[in-house]
C-alpha cells in the first residue's frame, strides 16, 4: 500500500492528507540531494538556534519551503533554521514546524540523519503545546530512506521504494513498556550531575545493549523498529532547560511515541506534550521510550 493510498483510507480530511503527501514529497527531494550533497559548512555558520550550520542543512530547508510553499493548505511553517515563523497562505488550514535536517553533524561521518516534522491548526504555534498536533512524522536516510507518520491514534512506517513512492512497512506499531535498550545522550551532563552519572551506570549493569549514534533522529528510530527503547537527553548547565527543540524535536517525537504506547517525559517528570509553547526556539531535556524504563529513570533522577 503506498502512502497515498493510505491516506484515502483513512478518516483525515483532503487537505491534511495533502499536508502529509507534501512533506513527503520534500522528503524525497532531500533524499536525492544527500546522494550528491556537499559535506561542507554554510557560508553564514550557525542557524537560529545557534547551531553549527551546514550546507545541506540549507538545502533542506530551501527544499521544504518551496515544496510547502505549493500547498495553498498550508498557512505558516517554522524552522528550526529560521528566527521566526513564515506566513504563506492566510487562508491556510494548517501550519507545519520542522527540523529540516536533525544530525547533520553526522553527515560527514555517514551516519543517518533526518528529517522532523510537526503539524498544527490554523497560522500559530505558540501558546499551544504539543498535544495540539494533528499530525507529526519524521523521515531517516539510512540505507533505505523511511517515513513515519501518527495522526496521534497509531504510529506507521513507510520506506521509499524505487525512489518513487513511499510503502507501507509497519503498520500500528507498538513500543514495549520494558527495554533492554539505551541510548543516552548528552553524557557529559554527568560530570555535573551524578544521578545522571548513575543512571547510565545502572542501565550497564543491568546488562541493556548501548545503542547510540549522536543522532536524534536514528536514535529515537530505533525505538520504533526494535519496539523497545530508551533516548535520554537531560539538561545541563550550558543548556539548563534543555539542549533540544520543543516545537521542532521534541513534541513531534512524543506525539509520535505516545501514539505508539511509548511516554515522553521531561527531567521533572512532565510529559512533553502538555508543555506550552511559548517560543520557537524553545528548549527541553527529554527521556523518550518504553514506558517504564522512562518513568524509573525520570523518578531516579528526581
Wanted: glycine share 8%; net charge negative; proline share 3%.
Amino acid at each position: 500500500m503506498t502512502l497515498q493510498e493510505f491516506l484515502q483510507n483513512t478518516q483525515q480530511n483532503e487537505k491534511l492528507q495533502s499536508v502529509v503527501l507534501s512533506m513527503a514529497e520534500s522528503v524525497k527531494k532531500i533524499h536525492q540531494a544527500i546522494i550528491g550533497c556537499n559535506l561542507g559548512t554554510a557560508d553564514n555558520g550557525s542557524n537560529a538556534s545557534g547551531d553549527e550550520q551546514m550546507a545541506l542543512d540549507v538545502l533542506s530547508n530551501e527544499i521544504l519551503e518551496e515544496e510547502l510553499k505549493k500547498n495553498s493548505h498550508i498557512a505558516c511553517y517554522a524552522s528550526e533554521e529560521e528566527e521566526d515563523s513564515v506566513l504563506l497562505n492566510k487562508e491556510g488550514s494548517y501550519s507545519v514546524a520542522f527540523d529540516p535536517l536533525d544530525g547533520s553533524s553526522l553527515i560527514e561521518t555517514n551516519l543517518a540523519i533526518g528529517t522532523i516534522f510537526g503539524v498544527y491548526e490554523g497560522s500559530e504555534f505558540t501558546g499551544k503545546t504539543g498535544r495540539d498536533q494533528v499530525c507529526a512524522a519524521y523521515a531517516v536516510y539510512g540505507p533505505r530512506t523511511t517515513f513515519v507518520l501518527s495522526f496521534g491514534d497509531a504510529t506507521h512506517a513507510f520506506s521509499l521504494s524505487h525512489e518513487k513512492d513511499f510503502a507501507l512497512t509497519d503498520k500500528n506499531i507498538q513500543v514495549q513498556a520494558e527495554t533492554k535498550i539505551f541510548s543516552p545522550g548528552n553524557l557529559r551532563a554527568g560530570l555535573e550531575d551524578k544521578k545522571y552519572l548513575e543512571l547510565v551506570n545502572n542501565w550497564i549493569l543491568e546488562q541493556k545493549t548501548l545503542r547510540y549514534s549522536g543522532g536524534m533522529v536514528p536514535d529515537i528510530n530505533l525505538s520504533f523498529c526494535k519496539k523497545q527503547g530508551i533516548f535520554s537527553y537531560p539538561r545541563f548547565s550550558k543548556y539548563p532547560n534543555g539542549k533540544l527543540r520543543l516545537l521542532y524535536e521534541c513534541a513531534p517525537f512524543a506525539f509520535l511515541m505516545e501514539a505508539a504506547g511509548g511516554s515522553a517525559l521531561d527531567q521533572d517528570g512532565k510529559s512533553i506534550l502538555d508543555l506550552p509553547i511559548q517560543e520557537l526556539h524553545q528548549r527541553s531535556s527529554i527521556f523518550i521510550g518504553s514506558t517504564n524504563e522512562v518513568k524509573k529513570a525520570v523518578a531516579f533522577l528526581n
